[in-house]
C-alpha cells in the first residue's frame, strides 16, 4: 500500500501563489504515475497535473502555463507549483499515486482563491 500525505494548501489573493506538497511512503516502488486532482464545490474531482516515473508531465488545459508538477525521488514528494491563481481554482486538491493494481489517494488540502 502507498500513503500519501499533502500539504500546502490555504487561502489566497488571485494572482498569487501557492506550492503543494505530497510525501509518499509504503510501497513506492510500485507507483507508476502520481497526479494532483482538484474538487470544487458542487463538481466532481477533475485532474489538474500528472507525472509520470520517467518525468513525462501533463496537464488540464485549465492550468497550463500556470501550475507545474515535479517530484523529489529523494524525499519521495511530488509537488505542485500553483501561479497565477484565479478564484476558479478554488477547491481541495489531493495527491494520486497509480500502480498497476491500485491508486491510493492523501486526504486532500483546501485551496481559496479569492477574488
Known amino acids: 500500500q502507498v500513503q500519501l500525505v499533502e500539504s500546502g494548501g490555504g487561502l489566497v489573493q488571485a494572482g498569487g501563489s501557492l506550492r503543494l506538497s505530497c510525501a509518499a511512503s509504503?510501497?513506492?516502488?510500485?507507483?507508476?504515475?502520481m497526479g494532483w486532482y482538484r474538487q470544487a464545490p458542487g463538481k466532481q474531482r477533475e485532474l489538474v497535473a500528472v507525472?509520470?516515473?520517467?518525468?513525462?508531465?501533463n496537464y488540464a488545459d485549465s492550468v497550463k502555463g500556470r501550475f507545474t508538477i515535479s517530484r523529489d525521488n529523494a524525499k519521495n514528494t511530488v509537488y505542485l507549483q500553483m501561479n497565477s491563481l484565479k478564484p476558479e481554482d478554488t477547491g481541495v486538491y489531493y495527491c494520486?499515486?497509480?500502480?498497476?493494481?491500485?491508486?491510493?489517494w492523501g486526504q486532500g488540502t483546501q485551496v481559496t482563491v479569492s477574488s
Open positions: 494520486g499515486a497509480h500502480t498497476t493494481a491500485r491508486s491510493s
Open positions: 509504503g510501497s513506492i516502488f510500485s507507483i507508476n504515475t
Open positions: 507525472i509520470l516515473s520517467g518525468g513525462f508531465t
